[in-house]
């Protein structure tokens, strides 16, 4: 039952793993020790008693600890590797998901072209056979994901991945085989929409600026007759008075823009789920400009925008019975002689008007804008928003939750669900109306920052003065939407939580 993808061909299988032919057969083991069926099989193959084995080389199965051998001469396998699992019924989604990607990672690095994946096959409780298909699928795009497009011949270039088959075996959970195929259709297109969002984030600001943010986007529209495009100009916003995202990019000679592209697959009369991306290819503040330290870094503050990208790749690939429009306000931050100053007042779409007093609070400017042409044009049903938006939240949350904000708690409840099954965690985080007067201003309707305390909390409150009644998520992903130092890149991050609300929403109006 194989499936292709660009890369990697899944295969699942019943039969016994000690059958096939392949490079290495992972093995998952709980803590404890206890003999299984797949330990009696390695008995016959190795012709010992293998849990002894593990026992003296201090193989204890602790949560993602690897122990590999040689298989015997004349096998059709070359390498086992054991993976524990740690203590049984404490695996959790998010454990499960991270010793897949690290045993997929560690394959790869070894230069593997097959491996017979048996934790797949694991009756782990709360977590379907479908679900560890998908993940494992997933997983396996991660770990062979290369960012090779601005390599040249000068520099050192690690070999790229060879990974060709992945056998993915089969418990007695496993169900119909419809469903496993369906699953890993599913695991390739969210892969296809992680790595576009990848992609776009690693490329130099040189190259993503906000008219190939649009490029992206018409290419984007031309794979599917269901897609709908616009481009709105400089000139254009201009006459709609879009002047909160105008001022941001005034100190840049590149030209903004504004990317509307529209999913018509649910039926006619559907009001659209709106999905609105932060699109600063490069910040570096503005005239309060930013440290030089890590400056190279704000390239990724056009994360929230190649989300919403990512997201409809896989929405068009899955061909979802749903009607979506994602906007994109895309910008350059730049200090210069036209660029907006601290003390300036611009009046927005909405028509209210806000005192810029830091031009680095910069996303919620665009935002601000898009979120209101979104909803005057589209009159979605939901929106929901990913921005890079601040450090505030990384501070409070680190790197592994975003940083969620609503107005509406039976939302939440179907985003976090969305959530942990994706693996891709977020946190609530408080919207009340007693951090609103930090906004105030003595000049305008309100300022765009509100002090240092609570500044993810006061940044989300500045985007709730331009949500209306519809229900509304806010994602800061400051903390989540990139790797730092030595793994330093776009993570693909919220591409997967985004997807699997979609779908949840697209199921549950079969």
Not at 435 to 448: E, G, H, K, M, V
Not at 487 to 495: D, E
């Amino acid at each position: 039952m194989p499936q292709r993808s660009t890369s990697v061909q899944f295969t699942t299988i019943r039969k016994n793993p000690e059958t096939m032919t392949a490079d290495t057969w992972v093995v998952g083991l709980h803590a404890g020790l206890r003999q299984t069926e797949a330990l009696r099989d390695l008995d016959r193959l190795f012709n010992r008693p293998v849990l002894e084995w593990l026992k003296s080389r201090g193989f204890e199965a602790r949560s993602g600890q690897m122990l590999s051998s040689p298989a015997p001469a004349g096998s059709r396998i070359q390498e086992v590797l054991f993976v524990g699992l740690g203590k049984p019924g404490k695996l959790t989604r998010n454990r499960f998901r991270g010793i897949l990607g690290s045993v997929m990672e560690r394959l790869v690095r070894a230069g593997n072209h097959s491996v017979v994946n048996t934790l797949t096959a694991l009756p782990l409780e709360g977590l379907p056979a479908t679900w560890r298909i998908r993940q494992a699928v997933e997983a396996t795009h991660d770990a062979l994901y290369r960012f090779t497009e601005c390599r040249g011949t000068g520099g050192p270039v690690s070999a790229p991945p060879h990974l060709e088959k992945v056998h993915l075996s089969l418990g007695p959970d496993a169900g119909p085989e419809s469903n496993l195929r369906q699953a890993i259709r599913d695991g390739e297109a969210m892969a296809q929409g992680v790595r576009l969002c990848r992609d776009l984030g690693n490329r130099p600001p040189n190259l993503a600026t906000p008219r190939h943010l649009a490029a992206e986007a018409r290419k984007l529209a031309a794979q599917n007759s269901r897609f709908r495009i616009r481009i709105l100009t400089e000139k254009e916003m201009e006459s709609l008075g879009m002047n909160a995202l105008l001022a941001v990019a005034k100190g840049s000679v590149e030209p903004p823009r504004l990317i509307v592209l529209e999913y018509r697959g649910g039926r006619p009369g559907q009001a659209p789920i709106a999905l609105v991306g932060k699109g600063i290819t490069f910040d570096s503040g503005g005239i309060s400009i930013k440290p030089a330290a890590a400056m190279d870094e704000m390239k990724f503050d056009m994360c929230g925008a190649a989300s919403v990208l990512g997201t409809l790749q896989t929405l068009s690939l899955l061909n979802l019975p749903l009607h979506v429009v994602g906007v994109i306000a895309a910008a350059e931050n730049m200090p210069g002689g036209r660029a907006v100053k601290p003390g300036d007042i611009v009046r927005s779409l909405s028509g209210q008007t806000i005192e810029i007093l830091n031009t680095d609070a910069e996303g919620r400017l665009v935002l601000c804008d898009a979120m209101t042409y979104v909803q005057k044009n589209y009159k979605p049903r939901i929106l929901l928003d990913a921005a890079t938006l601040t450090g505030a939240c990384v501070v409070a949350l680190g790197h592994h939750p975003s940083g969620l904000f609503s107005n509406h708690d039976g939302l939440v409840r179907d985003f976090e669900k969305a959530s942990q099954e994706a693996v891709d965690p977020v946190w609530r985080m408080p919207l009340w109306d007693d951090y609103q007067d930090a906004l105030s201003s003595n000049f305008a309707d309100f300022a765009n920052i509100g002090g240092r305390d609570a500044g993810a909390i006061t940044a989300a409150c500045f985007l709730w003065r331009f949500v209306g009644e519809v229900p509304w998520i806010h994602l800061d992903i400051a903390g989540t939407a990139w790797k730092t130092g030595a793994q330093k890149g776009a993570t693909g991050r919220p591409v997967p939580l985004f997807v699997q609300y979609l779908l949840d929403q697209a199921r549950a109006a079969d």
